[in-house]
DNA sequence: CACGTATATACACTTTGCGGTATATAAGGA
DNA sequence: TCCTTATATACCGCAAAGTGTATATACGTG
């Protein structure tokens, strides 16, 4: 559970997340709003402030939890050059990255005859 | 494993999205750059294909999986507020999405005396 | 038609995460 | 000091997901 996409996979913490977009929320307040016992709500809590998502100031008895927004920037940017390719210019982005990530092992093309990857041969039709 | 969420957790099927935003792969391309197993490749691009991230075509025994960017677009679009979050004015944002999620239970200020709690009298206690 | 390549699938195993119940800790008020 | 509220934690059981090995299937070639 170290990056943040595995913390966002869990549909009760983005629901939590969602919450706190409102405003900052005591435990209560979520258990009650999201209809989840204490427990599971405090440590689906802890997950998220232990990943950065959150914040908890102390209210008396009550911890108030508020959001922090670089993890979800994080997020954000990894999702960023997935943004641009469906952007528009698919294909110039496509031959763009293909220089950028070069082919690995000497057989990109090796069922027949290896022909020196260097634009698509023969595309060896069905 | 429904949510597009989950699926991106895996840092495995993010490596191959990376991969395929270069160009669209073959399975055993994608095996020797990532350096897995060809039947974790297989598998993980079932899961992928089957949550909408990836598709497939056939070029004679091989099959070649290309982006699709509707999945990763739905994240996008839950991200935008959180966005808008971040984005400064945060305390305005606050008060205005505090008054479209109304509170729910008459306890948001519960310190001393529960003020009429009809809704929860006295819950909990073993 | 037999063989090698490319990919998919089945199976067993291991790990991990989530939920629930019970309990511990802390703070406030009578 | 005792009681109540608020939150955190420990423990347990279960279900799901990821991995590896072995095998099945499909295609192309000699």
Redesign the interface.
């Known amino acids: 559970m170290e990056?943040a996409?595995?913390i966002?996979?869990e549909?009760n913490r983005?629901a939590i997340?969602?919450?706190l977009?409102?405003?900052h929320q005591?435990v209560?307040?979520i258990e009650?709003?999201l209809c989840m016992t204490?427990p599971a709500v405090s440590k689906h809590l802890r997950v998220l402030r232990e990943a950065g998502f959150v914040e908890s100031t102390v209210d008396?008895?009550?911890r108030l939890y508020r959001?922090r927004?670089e993890p979800?920037?994080e997020?954000?940017a990894?999702?960023a050059?997935?943004?641009r390719?469906?952007s528009g210019h698919i294909d110039a982005l496509?031959?763009h990255?293909?220089r950028?990530?070069p082919?690995?092992?000497p057989?990109?093309k090796p069922?027949t005859r290896p022909t020196r990857t260097k634009a698509a041969p023969a595309?060896?039709k069905?």
């Open positions: 990056s996409f595995e966002i996979a549909p983005r997340l969602g919450l977009l409102a405003s005591s209560g307040e009650r709003r204490q008396a008895q009550r959001l927004p979800l920037q997020i954000d990894w999702l050059p997935f943004r390719f469906w496509e031959h990255l293909d950028h990530f082919r690995v092992s057989s990109p069922p595309r060896r069905k």
